[in-house]
């Protein structure tokens, strides 16, 4: 099977010292999403693979044998993907697509989309077996426009464990020693709720820099500049932003300290696998900062502020709270929400369906 890759991508190649903002538009915009690149690739066999845009959809159609989307938060207002149903039509190969999801601030089905985003839809509708979904808002919101070939799988970087399945440790709060944040700043206009979501992020930084956490960038431009340490990258104008946008509940200085020692970014998913091994509680308002945590054993709990992520973290059994519930940061009761037993049910429940799925879209689970 001769795979061409759409959507995420497991790795992006950078130069010694590219710009920080160069290698995040090579991720997407966000280096979660090589999470879900990568959690798909590691569950299929394939003999050949390719990402490279460039290549004419003509070759594709002559090199490869189907097209396999992994996919994200694509079913959202501002977001055309009518270049992407421009490709496919022209390539003219089979579709397989995992982690499809709609974003949005509610639960109403009937969202808006643009032309382009439409005509994606009816384009992989009529070359998918089933299309994979993020979560059941996701599966109302095609039903709505007549497509009922779906399935719902969550994310893909989920199964990345495999048969087994993540095995989350269980490690008293008293032994800690290193927690890891994650929270965005430019996501708080598309939220449940957008003045409690502002007040939620910023309570979560306050945490952070009260426990020493280090926090973990995915698509914060600021906070990236910083971890990235590459002179002339706007390092003291990022530092700046921060200090601003804490400034009603931190001390300057103390932001200032924190962030300049604390603040990470992975551009390499497995660098990032490896590291986030050395922490004992991540939590945050990004999914594949505190999945990537969860597949490595760590305890997580996802802050749930929108559609795209509670969808997620409901039907794959996520420890997760929304923000809508979440009166201030405590990060003992954060713990205590973690549910290991629940989530090793829930996975051993979906991992056979989610092989299943993979076949019925001829995909060659990995033994």
Same mark, same amino acid.
């Given at each position: ?35 879900? %690149? *990568? /959690? ?14 460039? $290549?004419?959809?003509?070759? #594709?159609? !002559? ?5 396999? &989307?992994? %996919? ?7 977001? +055309? ?29 009937? $969202? !808006? ?14 070359? %998918? ?13 095609? =039903?709505?426009? /007549? #497509? @009922? ?29 290193? &927690? ?7 996501? &708080?206009? @598309? ?22 956490? +280090?926090? $973990? =960038? ?23 932003? &921060? ?13 200032? =300290?924190?962030?300049?020692? @604390? ?29 990537? =945590? ?10 749930? *502020?929108?559609?795209?992520?509670? +969808? ?56």
């Amino acid at each position: 099977m001769n795979i061409f890759l759409l959507g995420a991508t497991p790795s992006i190649s950078a130069e010694p010292g590219e710009d920080p903002t160069s290698k995040l538009t090579k991720t997407g915009g966000n280096t979660g999403n090589q999470m879900i %690149a *990568h /959690g798909l690739l590691s569950q299929i066999d394939y003999q050949n693979i390719a990402w490279d845009y460039r $290549i004419d959809p003509k070759e #594709v159609r !002559e090199r490869f044998d189907m097209i396999v &989307i992994a %996919a994200a938060n694509f079913l959202f207002p501002k977001f +055309d993907f009518g270049g992407m149903a421009d490709y496919i039509e022209r390539a003219d190969l089979p579709v397989a697509i995992v982690g499809l999801g709609a974003q949005s601030n509610n639960y109403d089905p009937n $969202i !808006e989309l643009m032309p382009g985003t439409e005509r994606f839809v009816k384009v992989i509708a009529e070359r %998918a077996a089933s299309i994979g979904v993020r979560g059941p808002y996701t599966l109302d919101v095609l =039903a709505r426009r /007549g #497509v @009922h070939n779906v399935t719902v799988t969550g994310c893909p970087s989920y199964y990345m464990s495999g048969a087994k399945g993540p095995v989350i440790a269980n490690r008293p709060m008293e032994g800690f020693k290193r &927690i890891s944040i994650n929270a965005s700043r430019d996501v &708080i206009g @598309h939220s449940f709720d957008k003045d409690k979501m502002r007040r939620i992020v910023l309570e979560i930084y306050k945490a952070g820099i009260a426990w020493n956490a +280090d926090f $973990i =960038a995915q698509s914060e431009l600021a906070e990236i500049r910083i971890a990235d340490r590459e002179p002339g990258t706007g390092v003291e104008e990022s530092l700046n932003a &921060i200090c601003t946008f804490l400034k009603d509940v931190v001390p300057d200085d103390d932001a200032r =300290a924190w962030a300049s020692s @604390h603040v990470k970014v992975f551009f390499d998913v497995d660098e990032w696998l490896k590291t986030i091994e050395e922490y004992d509680f991540v939590f945050g308002s990004r999914f594949h900062g505190c999945m990537v =945590a969860l597949q490595r054993g760590v305890p997580a709990v996802v802050v749930c *502020h929108d559609t795209r992520t509670e +969808d997620m973290c409901r039907f794959l059994a996520i420890p997760y709270v929304t923000i809508m519930d979440l009166e201030r940061v405590d990060v003992n009761a954060l713990h205590a929400i973690v549910d290991r037993d629940a989530l090793t049910r829930r996975y051993r429940e979906l991992y056979p369906a989610y092989v299943e799925f993979l076949k019925s879209n001829r995909l060659k689970p990995k033994s």
